[in-house]
């Protein structure tokens, strides 16, 4: 497969793979809410392990393993609250957990810890946060309705 997928152009297989992610994102949002979570989660940690390379270039040394997954524990939490498997006062725990970005960081012995620590945060607020919202879009009114979420991604 790799063989025939090599002998196409560059404009083809970024065509072919555009075409199959769309029809992945798009069947994702429809299909069920579950879908919906899996997809987004799988693009919490994608994008926040993104955002940390991209710092990485810049110098900065972020806590990449600690800030993907208070991500998509942030992403998990809001999704599970919403369906009402997990009671709201859950989410004081992520103070606590924020926190413990500032005790990790002590032990890392990189230069420029304040900027680490910024930047561990910032993925996590630049990237999990919006995803979140984004979910909960869906739920507006009392269930999940896939429309309310495809109309603000397409």
Do not use: H
């Amino acid at each position: 497969m790799s063989t025939k997928l090599s002998a196409l152009s560059n404009l083809q297989q970024r065509l072919i793979v555009g075409v199959l992610g769309a029809a992945l994102f798009i069947g994702g949002i429809i299909f069920s809410e579950w879908t919906f979570f899996i997809l987004f989660l799988g693009l919490t940690v994608l994008g926040t392990l993104e955002f940390y390379k991209l710092s990485e270039v810049a110098g900065i040394k972020p806590n990449k393993v600690y800030g993907t997954l208070m991500a998509a524990g942030v992403f998990i939490a809001v999704f599970l609250i919403d369906k009402e498997y997990m009671p709201a006062e859950l989410l004081y725990l992520l103070l606590p957990a924020l926190f413990l970005i500032f005790v990790l960081e002590l032990y890392r012995k990189e230069p420029q810890p304040f900027t680490n620590i910024s930047f561990t945060i910032l993925g996590v607020l630049y990237i999990a946060v919006p995803f979140s919202l984004l979910q909960l879009l869906g739920y507006l009114e009392g269930e999940y309705r896939w429309q309310l979420s495809w109309g603000l991604c397409c």
